[in-house]
C-alpha cells in the first residue's frame, strides 16, 4: 500500500527524525490558515505547496510550488485542488488532489544551499537481502542518472540478521563525499531510517532529496514509503485511514474480493491463475502488438464465484475491447472456469459483444470447451499460446 508524503513524515517524525514542519489542507480556506502557522513558527518568507497523490513527478507537472505571501497560498492552492495532476506515473487522465501539504521551505536561504542526494531502503527479492541504494545526484532527474550513469547510484547490501552497522553508514556517508563533521548526524539518521522501514513493513522507503544543511543537519524533503498489503493487519492506522478514493474502482472492487488486480493502460484483458503464467501472457500480449489492460491473477484455489466475479471486472472495463483468459487447470478446474465465464457474460448489458479469447488446458478441459461452444456466445476456444496469439492479432486488426 502506498502511503500519502505526510503519512510518511509521521513515520519518520515517529523515530526522532527531523522533517520539514508542514500542516495538511483540502480546501484553500484552509491553506491559508495553515500557512499563517506556519509562517509564524518557521520565520521564514515561503512555504512549499505540495500536491497529495499517490505518484511521483509532482514537481515538474506543477504539483509543487513555492508561496511568499497568504495570497499567492491560496491562489496556488486553489490551482491544485480539484484538479487532476498528470505525471509520468499517472494514468494519461491523471490523479485528482484531494488534500496539499504546506511545508517550510528549507531552500529558502538563498545565500547557505542545501547539498541534495538520494537515498532509499527496499527489499532486492534476488538476493533475499533489504538494500540502500543511493546517489550523490538527489532531485527531479534521479531517473534519467539511473539510465545514463548508473555508476553514480551505490548499492548497500544489509544482512538480515546483523541489520544494517554502523560501519554501513560511514561506508555510505564517505561515498556521499559527506565530511567528518556530518558522519554523526547522518550515521544516527540511517540507523533510525532503517529501524522506521522494518518496523512498518516496508517494501520501500525512498527520499528524494535527502538533504545536507549548511550546519550539517540532515532533513528528508519528499519520502515515499510503500507498506507490504501482508502486514497491514500490523499498521491499522494505515490500513483504515487507506484513502480509497485514490484507488482505481476496479482495483478497490478486486481487493475486496480478495483477487490480485492491477488495472494498467492497455486495450487487451487477462485473465490468468497463477502469477508467472500471467506474466508470461502479459508479455505475449505486449510481443503480438496488443497492451495489457490488467494484471489479474485469480490464484490457485478459485472457484466458480472467484471466476465469475474476476470476469466480470474486466467486461465492465471501458478501455478492453478484447479478452484473453489463459488457465492451466489443477486445482482449478477447466469446466469452473467455462461457467464462471458463461455466467459473468449472461449478465452484462447484450450490447456489450467483447470477443473472448480462452486458452484452457488441464482438468476437464474438454468439458469446459464444450460449454464454451454451446453457450454461443463471442468466446474463441483455443488449444495453444500461439493461436490465442493470432486471434488477439485478428480481433485487434494488427498486421
Known amino acids: 500500500m502506498n502511503l500519502h508524503e505526510y503519512q510518511g513524515r509521521e513515520i519518520l517524525n515517529s523515530f526522532s527524525i527531523q522533517v520539514p514542519y508542514g500542516i495538511l489542507a483540502s480546501s484553500p480556506e484552509e491553506s491559508v490558515e495553515a500557512a499563517k502557522i506556519i509562517f509564524k513558527r518557521t520565520g521564514k518568507k515561503s512555504l512549499v505547496i505540495k500536491a497529495q497523490i499517490h505518484a511521483g513527478g509532482r514537481g515538474k507537472a506543477g504539483g509543487i510550488q513555492i508561496a511568499k505571501t497568504l495570497d499567492e497560498v491560496y491562489e496556488k492552492s486553489k490551482n491544485i485542488l480539484g484538479k487532476f495532476l498528470i505525471t509520468p506515473q499517472t494514468s494519461k487522465k491523471g490523479k485528482l488532489v484531494r488534500k496539499i501539504l504546506l511545508s517550510e521551505d528549507i531552500y529558502s536561504n538563498e545565500l547557505n544551499s542545501p547539498i541534495e542526494y538520494y537515498l532509499s531502503i527496499l527489499l532486492n527479492r534476488d538476493i533475499e537481502k533489504d538494500i540502500i541504494l543511493y546517489s550523490k545526484e538527489g ?125 494498467l493502460e492497455g486495450n487487451v484483458g487477462c485473465m490468468v491463475n497463477g502469477a508467472g503464467l500471467a506474466m508470461a501472457t502479459m508479455d505475449m500480449i505486449k510481443f503480438c502488438g496488443g497492451e495489457p489492460a490488467n494484471f489479474l491473477d485469480i490464484g490457485g484455489s478459485a472457484d466458480k464465484k472467484r471466476v465469475e466475479k474476476a470476469f466480470s471486472l474486466i467486461l465492465r472495463d471501458k478501455s478492453v475491447k478484447t479478452i484473453l483468459i489463459n488457465i492451466f487447470g489443477g486445482i482449478v478446474r477447466c469446466d469452473t472456469v467455462s461457467e464462471g465465464i458463461i455466467n459473468s457474460y449472461s449478465k452484462i448489458d447484450h450490447d456489450i459483444q467483447i470477443p473472448v479469447v480462452v486458452r484452457l488446458q488441464g482438468t476437464n478441459e474438454r468439458i469446459a470447451k464444450k460449454m464454451l461452444q454451446n453457450s454461443l456466445l463471442p468466446i474463441y476456444s483455443t488449444d495453444t499460446l500461439k493461436d490465442a496469439a493470432d486471434k488477439i492479432k485478428e480481433i485487434l486488426q494488427i498486421k
Open 139 to 263: 532531485g527531479v532527474e534521479i531517473e534519467n542518472l539511473s539510465k545514463k550513469n548508473p555508476n553514480k547510484i551505490y548499492t548497500e547490501e544489509i544482512d538480515p540478521i546483523l541489520g544494517l552497522q554502523l560501519f554501513q553508514t560511514r561506508k555510505i556517508a564517505f561515498n556521499l563525499g559527506m565530511d567528518s563533521d556530518t558522519l554523526k548526524n547522518f550515521s544516527s539518521f540511517l540507523i533510525s531510517l532503517y529501524k522506521a522501514y522494518k518496523a512498518y513493513d516496508a517494501l520501500l522507503l525512498e527520499i528524494n532529496p535527502l538533504i545536507k544543511t549548511f550546519d550539517n543537519k540532515i532533513i528528508p524533503v519528499d519520502i515515499k514509503i510503500v507498506l507490504d498489503d501482508n502486514a497491514l493487519f500490523r499498521h491499522k492506522k494505515y490500513a483504515i485511514n487507506n484513502d480509497s478514493k485514490d484507488i482505481d474502482f476496479l482495483e478497490k472492487e478486486a481487493n475486496e474480493a480478495h483477487l490480485n488486480f492491477l488495472k
